[in-house]
């Protein structure tokens, strides 16, 4: 029995490996490809030819990633917080789409050895011979007043004193009593281009994955992302896909030259971990902020006195204006430089020191650059044409406020009702102000949107209060018909609203 079953396989595997063969002479191809034809096999593969021979003399990038890791590695520190927290339980909510790097994930208060309770921890990174460290404010903001301690790439550990922090800029400048420390070179942010290679050094998550290295590119310049909670505070992120995680706050983004060009700061994240998303504060403004820190133990910053918004492409089509070029002054300051200077609201700032900008926070950061008594050169676009304005800058505390108004509106709602009027190429009832209105939005002008039309603007809102129409200043119904007279469907207008604070804004609307 068993012979028979041998020889019944044997024969089996001989015509296996026969018709094996035989198809193999055959050509044979899978039936789904054969059914095409033979003229059609790589119908998938395209008619392309991608020689790699082509890459053959292009250097191989690794040997400067190594380069660039081995010098800086010992110049970036890890810190450790102790004290109180200032926060309860996870700060990485899901709710929150931008996150700070907060001291190390989770941020739950938990005692140490010596009794202390440990907030958690950062990175930083060295910048002066004399153990200046610089890093991000929300690292160190919670420590108790011996609550800092620094370990270096060589595992010494040393107890840090706290110089000085500044909130509005997310920096911090920490020192070390230390000899024989590696200093980081602080190279130009102003020089980076989107696309550049960088590389991000720090202690991710734990003490664990100390000395950690990613790299990835520039994904992005001049990002406000909201983070900062100060109305002057000062965002224009450098944005990189390198791979930063909390923990890495503080800690350097490197250029491939192997300078810092950024201290790594905040994440965008659902989950509270690495999603591809990362903000490093630019170097040219650390450096200022560090300065400082060091010499006074707070930032002299200079300030111009105006409240800025970004220009779309209905406001750039009213002023005449190419698409993302300039910002628009929506407020100036009572007696600030801006005004002294002869800016005035809807103004577009164009470039400040011969820098093009098209976002507030690249006039922040310049601006930021410099102290009190500085120069600052604006040009600015008005009625059509350019022109130059030079402000001197002064301390923030100085500025003045918004001028009061009077009173001189309509007495009763009742009779503001009475008087509203649509106004077909808007898309809004209009009405006048009563007293109580003027002094609540804080002007004498003006007309409140009571209602908006199905085909109205989203912009134009019930509650706000349209002030000017192609910058003329209007009061009734009329003046604002008279000011659209010469509008046609498709024209882009500029409107002056005020919000419920008194707050001035610019907008671009479409006639209908």
Request: charged share 25%; net charge neutral.
């Amino acid at each position: 029995m068993k012979k028979s079953l041998f020889k019944n396989m044997t024969l089996i595997l001989t015509g296996v490996l026969i018709g094996a063969l035989f198809f193999m002479k055959m050509d044979w191809v899978p039936a789904g490809l054969a059914a095409l034809g033979d003229d059609r096999k790589t119908i998938l593969l395209g008619n392309r030819n991608f020689d790699l021979k082509q890459f053959d003399n292009i250097p191989d990038p690794s040997p400067r990633f190594r380069a660039v890791s081995k010098e800086m590695l010992p110049t970036v520190v890890y810190i450790q917080v102790s004290g109180t927290a200032k926060t309860n339980g996870n700060p990485f909510r899901n709710d929150e789409f931008f996150k700070r790097f907060f001291p190390d994930y989770p941020q739950n208060e938990q005692p140490n050895g010596g009794g202390q309770r440990v907030v958690g921890s950062g990175s930083g990174v060295i910048v002066s011979d004399e153990g200046y460290i610089l890093t991000n404010n929300h690292v160190v903001e919670s420590a108790d007043e011996d609550g800092l301690k620094v370990i270096l790439f060589d595992k010494r550990e040393f107890p840090a004193k706290l110089i000085g922090r500044d909130p509005q800029t997310d920096l911090a400048v920490i020192k070390i009593d230390a000899k024989d420390l590696e200093v980081a070179p602080l190279g130009d942010s102003d020089k980076l281009e989107v696309g550049d290679w960088v590389i991000a050094i720090g202690t991710p998550l734990s003490q664990n994955l100390s000395s950690t290295v990613t790299a990835g590119i520039i994904s992005a310049l001049g990002r406000n992302i909201g983070i900062i909670g100060d109305r002057y505070g000062i965002e224009n992120f450098i944005q990189t896909d390198a791979a930063i995680n909390p923990g890495n706050s503080g800690g350097p983004l490197i250029a491939m030259n192997g300078a810092v060009i950024g201290i790594n700061s905040a994440i965008a994240s659902s989950t509270g971990g690495y999603q591809g998303y990362g903000f490093a504060i630019p170097v040219n403004l650390a450096k200022k902020v560090a300065t400082d820190l060091i010499l006074d133990g707070k930032v002299k910053r200079g300030f111009v006195g105006v409240s800025m918004r970004e220009m779309d492409g209905t406001l750039s089509k009213a002023l005449g204006l190419a698409a993302g070029k300039g910002v628009l002054v929506q407020e100036v300051v009572a007696d600030g430089p801006a005004e002294k200077a002869g800016i005035k609201q809807g103004d577009v700032i164009l470039k400040v020191d011969g820098t093009d900008v098209s976002s507030g926070s690249q006039v922040q950061a310049i601006v930021a650059s410099k102290r009190p008594g500085d120069a600052v050169k604006m040009v600015i676009w008005r009625d059509g044409k350019e022109s130059s304005f030079t402000l001197t800058l002064v301390e923030r505390n100085s500025l003045g406020s918004l001028a009061s108004v009077g009173e001189s509106g309509l007495d009763s709602e009742d009779e503001a009702v009475a008087q509203n009027a649509s106004v077909s190429k808007l898309g809004v009832d209009l009405r006048p102000l009563t007293k109580a209105e003027m002094t609540k939005y804080k002007t004498e002008t003006g007309l409140m949107v009571n209602k908006t039309k199905q085909n109205g603007f989203s912009d134009l809102a019930p509650g706000l209060v349209i002030v000017e129409v192609d910058r003329r200043e209007v009061r009734s119904v009329d003046d604002v018909n008279s000011a659209l007279s010469k509008k046609e469907k498709g024209d882009a207008v500029l409107l002056k609203v005020k919000t419920p604070d008194g707050q001035a804004q610019y907008i671009g609307v479409t006639i209908l």
